[in-house]
């Protein structure tokens, strides 16, 4: 595309992330996290948010380079330091009712040939850091939302066969046609699909299933669901009483197992990109744990994620999508969980969104334990679902109807 094209799709883009993903309120404050390397969306993020009545825009810039030469040069007991002052910022943010906005680009290769060790050090101080923080976005504090973007790195990843010179912009042409830039009128093709995934989590809100069943290719899972489990989608109201989506792209529907109710084995069907990297991976869960796993790539570091804590070896996330999701249908592993997410069911190690289960906002770390809540510093999310996944709900009296066949949704709405 031509230079006047990618800018007008990237203004739509920004236009996106700020009135759909965060939607930006006048008065509102807004924090930006993002890598040096998209100085330019964050530029047109900037402009969108003004445009949009914001107070002010701080950026929190990363630069992967850094990361990469301290991984190389630093001593392994430095790894349990991180900013403190950074993350206490995003708090404030936050607690003040404020907006949050990251560009996720995480880079599969950022870690690769480092003692995973030094990556485990700093993933677990890294999530004690971030633990209040965490916690405030479990509960919806504020309105926040992630985009991604292009990086070198990333479409390196993704697109490996084409010429150095061509990836990015190819990348990009993937995104608009993903993140509905290239419909007419953008804003309101996001309005017509986040009304069908709430007719989506209407229906499971409705039935109440005791357990969900899945079968595939290696996976044979029963998941126990919690009484007052609450499912969601793309569209959330925030505690201050905004809408949000907190993910562009979005074609999930999810809500929280219950913590001591997962038994049987499941198959991981894309790699998990997590602060490193794990691919071709099962777990083992009985009454809710994890009990073994096993990886041809990167066990360590998942073993690793387990020991950041106790709720680290349990599931805070179960998630349908369907396969023929548009993410799905580009044919891509993306190696990012805004995108691989959106293109497979998924789970996710560690912490359960306390809005996962009626009145949980307002319950003590005991109560939403006894509802069958996880508490953990992780969220990990980790593909499940596939063409040839079956999901179905399993009523209190054991009645079993047919959810998802062949990685489709079959009820009618």
Not at 14 to 35: F, H, R, T
Not at 94 to 121: C, H, Q, W
Not at 187 to 205: G, I
Not at 351 to 356: E, H, I
Request: hydrophobic fraction near 40%; charge should be negative; glycine fraction near 8%.
């Amino acid at each position: 595309m031509n230079t006047a094209e990618f800018e007008s799709k990237l203004k739509k883009y920004a236009e996106i992330a700020i009135k759909i993903g965060v939607n930006l309120q006048p008065g509102q404050k807004l924090w930006i996290s993002a890598l040096t390397e998209n100085a330019e969306l964050v530029y047109a993020l900037t402009e969108s948010a003004y445009e949009a009545g914001a107070r002010m825009v701080s950026v929190g810039w990363v630069d992967e380079r850094i990361s990469r030469i301290r991984y190389e040069k630093a001593s392994l007991d430095s790894m349990e330091e991180v900013d403190q002052w950074l993350f206490d910022g995003l708090i404030d943010y936050l607690k003040n009712g404020d907006a949050f906005f990251s560009i996720y680009n995480p880079n599969p290769d950022l870690t690769s040939g480092i003692d995973p060790e030094m990556v485990g050090r700093y993933q677990k101080a890294r999530a004690e850091g971030l633990k209040e923080y965490s916690d405030l976005i479990k509960v919806g504090a504020s309105n926040w939302a992630g985009v991604s973007a292009p990086t070198a790195a990333w479409a390196a990843k993704v697109l490996p066969d084409l010429p150095e010179g061509e990836r990015i912009e190819k990348l990009w042409e993937l995104i608009f046609e993903m993140c509905r830039v290239n419909r007419d009128d953008p804003v309101a093709a996001w309005k017509s699909h986040l009304n069908k995934l709430k007719k989506w989590h209407t229906y499971f809100n409705d039935k109440q299933f005791d357990a969900m069943k899945l079968t595939g290719p290696g996976t044979d899972l029963t998941i126990g669901m919690p009484q007052g489990q609450v499912w969601r989608s793309g569209a959330m109201t925030a505690q201050n009483g905004v809408e949000m989506v907190v993910n562009i792209p979005t074609e999930e529907v999810f809500s929280m197992p219950h913590r001591e109710r997962i038994d049987g084995v499941v198959r991981a069907t894309k790699p998990l990109n997590y602060i490193g990297y794990s691919d071709k991976f099962s777990l083992t869960f009985e009454k809710g744990k994890i009990v073994d796993l096993q990886a041809e790539e990167g066990e360590e570091h998942l073993r690793n994620i387990l020991k950041t804590d106790e709720g680290a070896n349990y599931i805070g996330e179960i998630a349908l999508v369907p396969h023929s999701s548009s993410i799905s249908a580009s044919g891509k592993t993306f190696y990012n969980i805004l995108y691989d997410e959106n293109a497979s069911s998924h789970m996710a190690i560690g912490g359960a969104y306390r809005f996962s289960v009626e009145g949980g906002e307002e319950m003590s770390e005991e109560q939403f334990k006894a509802a069958g809540g996880n508490e953990s510093n992780v969220h990990a999310d980790f593909m499940i679902g596939s063409g040839e996944l079956d999901v179905d709900g399993i009523g209190e009296d054991g009645t079993v109807e047919p959810v998802m066949r062949a990685g489709e949704f079959v009820m009618e709405l």
